[in-house]
């Protein structure tokens, strides 16, 4: 390929790069997207999408062979599942998804080119790839480059030892499996093979599973674990692996397979970031409120900058610059980028924990008194709304419960649009559903609940 000189170029088409090219595109900027893999990222290659198709198989799978001990009178006969054909379900859904995306930067008129870039200075990058290197000059680059999964130099990654994305291809199911890390990945894919039939252990550093969040929230989830038949052990550090056992200063688990999943860490390796001495907070790399680097025309979206680690946050920065390199006056003002955990029960937060903010109060709305989660079997969990006493201004929402992922866009909205106590509690929700949730914790926290 020849060289290329363009206005934009965006190294990575995760969510973070992929939706910066659409609206670059669509504000008519000459822009190219360089990605060494299907375009796509980490997100939907190895990540959401792939670890929510098999969240789902795993849900499925495991109703109906539990249907015989449940009360709706459903009989199942010796049900079983064949991993890969799930596998190659999964990696069709990804294969359509990949062609999706391909095509809505091709109709963005923003140019998707292969390769591996590496800065040679701060408008120009080398790629490699098939054929021989080439050059792109831009006058502004953002960086997208995504992050990866950190590795523990005692269990290195290869043969049993796994990162999600290992895990995320089996095509056998593993008779006992130890996660390292009660984080969101391991916790998630840990359910999964639990509900596949494996015997999973989980290995957790910390005193508890997901160890940021407050425990009343997270009980539901350590409740169901225990019913999944899933062993936790938090406050233990994994030391090795030798032959179908994993040693911890705990003692040692039966573990034919290890799926370590301790965080992931930024993607600035081998890129030539060292080269152009940009400034890092941490391992990540630094941006102000319009994602701009030290380095004047270098931008940086995604995972590469930090926590939250989501590909909505991504998204969101991504639209933004390109908006701030169209010369729109924009920055990043939202206030909450709500973050959803697909654990059974799942979890769901937006804006403040109890606690974190001063002259703020909490309430909650118990599932057991909601008629909807009754008729799905499923009475675990609670809506929980932070309010400041001032005002009632509502600063966060907290749920745990069957299915309550689909309330994170009500969470964000309200938090979003400044909503008051008052605003949800005088808002109509349909009956029967878990929404009503929401409503009647704001009612609580005004003294005056309906159901409860
Ligand atoms: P990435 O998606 O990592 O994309 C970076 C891209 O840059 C990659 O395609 C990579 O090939 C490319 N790249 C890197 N270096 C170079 C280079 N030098 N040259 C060319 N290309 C390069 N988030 C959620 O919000 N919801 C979820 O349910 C969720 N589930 C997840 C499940 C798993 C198992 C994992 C691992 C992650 C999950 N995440 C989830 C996190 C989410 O995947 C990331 O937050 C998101 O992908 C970050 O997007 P990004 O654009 O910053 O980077
Ligand atoms: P994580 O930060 O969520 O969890 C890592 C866990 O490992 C923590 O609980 C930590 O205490 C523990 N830990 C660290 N070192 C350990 C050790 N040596 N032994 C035992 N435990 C140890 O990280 P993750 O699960 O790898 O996920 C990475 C990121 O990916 C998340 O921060 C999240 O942003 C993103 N993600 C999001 C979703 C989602 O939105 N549903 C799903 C998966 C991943």
Sequence with gaps: MTDIKCKLLIIGAGPGGYVCAIRAGQLGIDTVVVDEAKPGGTCLNVGCIPSKALIHAADEFFKITHADKGPLGIRAENPTIDLSKTIAWKDGLVDRLNSGVAALMKKAKARFVSGRARFLDGKTVQVTGDGDPF?????????ATGSAAVELPFLPFGGPIMSSTEALSLTEIPKTLAVVGGGYIGLELGTV???????????????????????GLTKPVVKRLGELGVALMTGTRAQGHQGDTLQTDKGNVDAEKVLVTVGRRPRTIGIGIDELALTLDGPFIKIDKTCQTSMRGIYAIGDVTGEPMLAHRAMAQGEMVAEHIAGQAVEWDRRAIPAVCFTDPELVLCGALPGEIEGTRSSEFPFQANGRAMTTEREDGFVRVVWREADHAIVGLQAVGTGVSELSAAFSLAIEMGACLEDLAGTIHAHPTQSEGLQEACLRALGHALHI
């Design 135 to 143: 050059h792109i000059r831009a006058d502004y680059v953002v960086v």
């Design 193 to 215: 093979f639990a509900k596949l039939g494996s015997r999973v252990t989980i290995v957790e550093a910390e005193d508890s599973i997901l160890p940021t969040y407050d425990k």
